[in-house]
């Protein structure tokens, strides 16, 4: 409709004015007998004159100006200063509303980078291809006894059917607790490419968010996509950031912390073991 009622008002004839720079010099033509018809127009004065053309200026505080148009008996009209268009008023309102809205999804691109500013709810877990990027239990120095331990998940991971058939207990999640640096992060990489599956990395404070829910979502997100690669390692490096004590929040049940924490319990009870997810905190 804006675009539409700017067609009109540019389509439509205007008359031609031509504009005096000083109102002295309209004056003068009022006194010469050139003027033959004014209109005044708010603060503006627009005069026809006797060769057909049409001059507009800038009316001041003069007092004696009706009396010199009665004097020359010069027909004026004096008029409101017009209103401006409805499309121009709605634009003062309109513009300064779509500049909020571009600039804050100017700063959530630069924040969340390339397309994430309507998909922040989208988990960010990077997934790793086994087959392209695989480390095995050889590039990892040490950690003998470990590698022993994991040795039965790494069979799990092949043939997750032959455990369930068994009836095995199959395990959940494996904790790894140590130090920065002793390779936690490589030893369940190395999980994955002994047992040519994919895995997801992600961090716990990519969970956490300054809007409320977003955590929550994130996790749906992660194991949602997790089910959909099954069997799979998922990684979950530096839980601590969302697995505190829940209730010891400031902000009690809808803290975004505890939030994230509930949705990541559901998401582990709720998950079947045959379908052959790790999770690895």
């Known amino acids: 409709m804006i675009i539409v009622a700017l067609i009109q008002t540019f389509m439509q004839p205007q008359e031609v004015v031509r504009d005096i720079k000083y109102y002295p010099d309209f004056i003068e033509m009022l006194e010469k007998g050139e003027v033959t018809e004014v209109r005044l127009v708010g603060n503006n004065i627009e005069a026809s004159l006797a060769d057909g053309t049409k001059v507009k200026t800038y009316k001041p505080e003069d007092d004696e100006l009706t009396a010199r148009l009665i004097e020359h008996k010069i027909p004026f009209e004096p008029l409101p200063e017009p209103e401006p268009p409805w499309w121009s008023t709605l634009l003062t309102y309109l513009i300064p509303f779509v500049l909020i809205i571009g600039l ?97 990395s992600i961090s716990g404070s990519d969970f956490v968010e300054m809007f409320v829910g977003v955590g929550a979502s994130r996790v749906r997100d992660l194991f949602e996509n997790a089910k959909r690669n099954s069997p799979c390692i998922v990684f979950i490096d530096e839980i601590d950031a969302v697995g505190r004590q829940r209730g010891a929040g400031l902000g009690g049940g809808h803290d975004e912390r505890e939030q994230t924490l509930n949705q990541l319990l559901v998401e582990m009870e709720g998950f079947p073991p045959m379908k052959g997810l790790l999770l690895w905190r």
């Open 104 to 200: 804050f999804f100017f700063f959530m691109q630069q924040q969340g980078g390339g397309n994430r500013v309507m998909n922040f709810g989208r988990s960010r877990a990077r997934l790793y291809d086994s087959e392209r990027r695989k480390v095995t239990f050889d590039h990892v120095a040490g950690a003998d006894e470990e590698k022993y331990e994991l040795q039965e998940i790494v069979e799990f991971l092949k043939d997750p059917k032959k455990f369930n058939e068994l009836g095995a207990r199959i395990p959940k999640g494996v904790l790894l607790v140590g130090p920065p640096g002793t390779g936690k992060t490589l030893l369940a990489r190395a999980v994955a490419g002994e047992a040519g599956v994919p895995f997801f």
